[in-house]
């Protein structure tokens, strides 16, 4: 066991190596970007848009087929994070994808694909999402799949289920599939995917009463409706439809900054008439190309896509990082970030105006390089703590950023005193039931995550008022009965815990608080043995894995950024957590993290960031030395 001299030794190495990498990965326009790694699912859909649209190209297929064939686990699935289980869905679009480039449906790695599919309920199982793409190639059935009117559309506010009552990332993916689920195209995919059918019939619900059992029959009806509807409503909808989607196109031509309303985007205008040459359909299909990640291997050339891009949120983490280890606040690089942090700040209204129309625009930050239409909740905190912490010359310029962000993020808390990602009282649970959501989250509620991070950052900027008061006592009201809390952006309870200690402690509460002592119990029990902290992605599904997974870099960072912030250095669980650190750091500086620490959707998508494995250790290694003292 480390003595605290020697910990503090190991601390000062680890981070100067860990800050002197972090700043060789600055761009020369001052942002800081990792990979944001996912799942195959990203390429499958890239080549089956191309190929629906006409413009997929061999090269292109060979290279992303490389990729998914090196992705492919040894039972012949694939997961959606390292480590995990394989998905149905996810191996399902795989095998579509390597049967589309070519690979040999007898070969090894297919059959296994196969047979493992059909033993875990083939294409019949599969979600609706998997489904619409098969659909698109008339391998599947659009009678099968839920019905969406594009109607939705016209629905005013008040009315249940319009399109605000949707998280952003789910309205702008609605949006569009009801466009592409209503005219029900089908295209020549070249191959047949039929052999990962299982012939099961399709079970019907039995009559139990409830909203799902009343959403099916509803979609019954919607079915008939489709096959006749009131012909200048459905003309006027799929108008409305077209104009809301070309409205929220980004500068680089994305939709959200995101793949999932990008592609369905791109397939809902190219499906109204919008030509391949048309400006939105073309600097939709160019911006791709921004996304795309190509790398050299062994085996050849191989592409993938990501899924998003994450500068904003790397940026201000690295920044608060950087500082925490001891960096000046008037350092050349932090300066350059700061440059770039000012220049992202949105001054335009958002969707996020629905639900806080008085709410002048200005002072919210995006994650993505362009995304005017959704700044964020999260991102927004984390700039404002970060700008605090920078010596810049125009100082004005910054105080003035600081104020309209703080006035921002006091304008966007929920009724119930917590933060949502996006939007304000995105809490209508309704939509939830619908049977066309089978995959991933579909509305915003407030997280203590998101809530901690906005507690933090206006503790920090002295907002000591009423709105921080019900903020704090949201986090407490939320805590988990084990003194943990729950993680909704990040791997998970640990992540969750990580957050919430340090903006409570930031925001006046007695580190002898009652919460407090139960989190740091939470903590310490759940340490591993090599002294790091690990929390498996299945927690979302399976409460045993609570806490459980093989010790990473960035859960460490988290925990014992918690610990710290109550004062807890000169313990054992602080010592051992600086131990392996120190020991599991890479020569350059770095640390090898190949788990997933990131959540999309809890349950179904999850995330890599390449630059967690640096921040938050660095944060962890920085804030013991500066605090230890």
């Known amino acids: ?43 499958v859909e890239d080549l089956l848009l191309r190929q629906f649209l006409g413009i997929r190209t061999e090269s292109e297929t060979e290279q992303s087929a490389r990729w998914i064939r090196s992705q492919q686990r040894e039972d012949g699935t694939w997961a ?50 998997t489904r619409i793409w098969l659909a698109l190639f008339g391998e599947w059935s659009w009678d099968e799949l839920p019905a969406m009117p594009p109607e939705v559309v016209l629905l005013p506010k008040w009315f249940p289920l319009n399109v605000s009552d949707w998280a952003c990332w789910a309205r702008q993916t609605v949006v569009p599939l009801t466009v592409v689920c209503t005219l029900r195209p089908r295209r020549d995919l070249g191959i047949s995917v039929r052999e990962l059918r299982t012939g099961r019939p399709a079970e019907r619900p039995t009559f139990e009463w409830s909203w799902g059992y009343g959403f099916h029959r509803l979609d019954r ?10 012909r200048s409503l459905r003309r006027h909808a799929m108008l409305r439809a077209a104009e809301w989607i070309v409205a929220r196109q980004e500068a680089d031509g994305s939709w959200g900054g995101i793949q999932p309303p990008w592609v369905y985007s791109l397939l809902a205008l190219h499906l109204l008439g919008y030509p391949m040459d048309h400006p939105v359909i073309a600097k939709g299909l160019a911006g791709l190309e921004r996304f795309l990640i190509r790398e050299r291997t062994p085996e050849g050339p191989v592409r993938r896509l990501e899924a998003c891009q994450s500068p904003v949120w790397d940026t201000v983490l690295g920044v608060q990082a950087l500082r925490d280890a001891g960096v ?224 990473t870099a960035s859960q460490t960072g988290w925990a014992l950024m918690a610990l710290l912030a109550v004062r807890r250095h000169d313990t054992d669980a602080v010592r051992r957590g600086i131990g392996y650190l120190a020991r599991s750091q890479r020569a350059d500086g770095g640390w090898d993290e190949p788990q997933f620490t990131g959540t999309g959707f809890p349950g179904d998508f999850y995330i890599n960031y390449h630059l967690y494995r640096v921040i938050f250790p660095l944060t962890a290694l920085g804030r013991y030395l500066r605090d230890g003292e």
Request: charged letters at 25%; proline letters at 5%.
């Open 1 to 43: 066991m480390l003595s605290q001299g020697a910990a503090r030794a190991h601390a000062r190495l680890a981070a100067q190596a860990a800050c002197d990498h972090l700043l060789s990965l600055q761009s020369p326009e001052g942002w800081w970007k990792g990979e944001l790694e996912t799942n195959v699912t990203m390429d």
């Open 80 to 129: 959606n994070f390292y480590g995990g289980p394989g998905d149905l869905s996810t191996t399902v679009e795989a095998y579509t994808a390597l049967k589309l480039a070519g690979d040999d449906v007898d070969a090894a790695h297919m059959r296994t694909a196969r047979e493992w599919i059909l033993a875990h309920g083939g294409l019949e199982d599969t979600r609706v999402f």
């Open 221 to 230: 009806v919607l079915h008939r409706y489709h096959r006749r509807p009131v």
């Open 328 to 551: 000046p606040a008037d350092h050349p690089s932090l300066r350059r970030a700061t440059d770039y942090l000012l220049a992202e700040e949105i001054r335009v209204q958002g969707d996020w105006a629905v639900q806080r129309p008085e709410l002048p625009a200005g002072g919210g930050w995006a994650f993505e390089f362009d995304n005017d239409g959704y700044p964020d909740i999260d991102d927004t905190a984390e700039v404002l703590l970060a700008l605090n912490k920078i010596d810049h010359p125009d100082r004005e310029a910054v105080r003035g950023a600081i104020e309209r962000g703080v006035r921002w993020l006091r304008g966007m808390r929920s009724k119930d005193g917590g933060w949502g990602a996006f939007d304000a009282d995105n809490t209508r649970q309704l939509v939830r039931t619908l049977p066309f959501c089978d995959f991933g989250e579909v509305i915003d509620p407030p997280s203590a995550d998101v809530t901690a991070h906005v507690v933090e950052a206006l503790a920090v900027l002295g907002e000591r008022d009423q709105v921080l008061r019900d903020g704090v006592n949201w986090l407490l009201a939320h805590q988990e009965r084990d003194g943990s809390w729950f993680g909704r952006w990040g791997a998970n309870h640990v992540y969750g815990t990580g957050a919430v200690v340090p903006a409570l402690v930031a925001a006046g509460v007695d580190p002898q608080h009652r919460a407090l002592r139960d989190a740091v119990r939470w903590l310490e029990a759940h340490q591993n043995d090599d002294g790091g902290w690990g929390e498996d992605l299945r927690s979302y599904d399976d409460p045993q894995w609570i806490g459980r997974g093989t010790s």
